[in-house]
């Protein structure tokens, strides 16, 4: 009866160490950068405009929600032309013309943390959008669209910049 017990709860043990090893080891991430020949200001009040997300921005609307630290809002992802995702998550931090900060995801199994950071720099405001993963489901899981759909998110982000805060020069 000992045996038995002891295989019984071998298996559990295995399983409960592959877990914790899977989380541990469940880490990945993906970043885009781009430089956008505009003040941060311009930038930001771009991004945070979030009703005019569907004339520019074909990777992610807001459905639900408001961008203010604390609030959950609810997104379509568009991943690509065949793939749309409706996400949750909270706004973990809104720093005026610096950050904005959303992490969601299903704790243990596959969280994230989504960054857009705005850095001034010589020629306009770099914009980072990053996003860390973790849990158990991450190994498992290829972010490499995920990074594609924001380099498309990035670009979309400075074509509509310059877009709306080009200045013409008179008698053009």
Known sequence: MALITSKWMLLPATLLIVLVVLYFFGNKSVSSEIVIPASPEQVW????????????????????????????????????????????????????????????????????DHRYILEPVATGTKVIIHEQYRGVAVPFWNPAPVEMAYQRLNQSLHDRVLTLHTEIPEGS
Do not use: C
């Open 45 to 112: 009040s771009v991004l945070m405009n979030i009703d005019d997300y569907p004339e520019w921005n074909g990777v992610m609307h807001l459905l639900e929600g408001r961008l203010k630290t604390g609030n959950q809002v609810k997104y379509r992802f568009f991943q690509d032309a065949n793939s749309a995702y409706e996400i949750q998550s909270s706004v973990k931090e809104v720093v005026e013309q610096q950050l904005l900060n959303q992490g969601g995801g299903m704790p243990g199994v596959l969280t994230f």
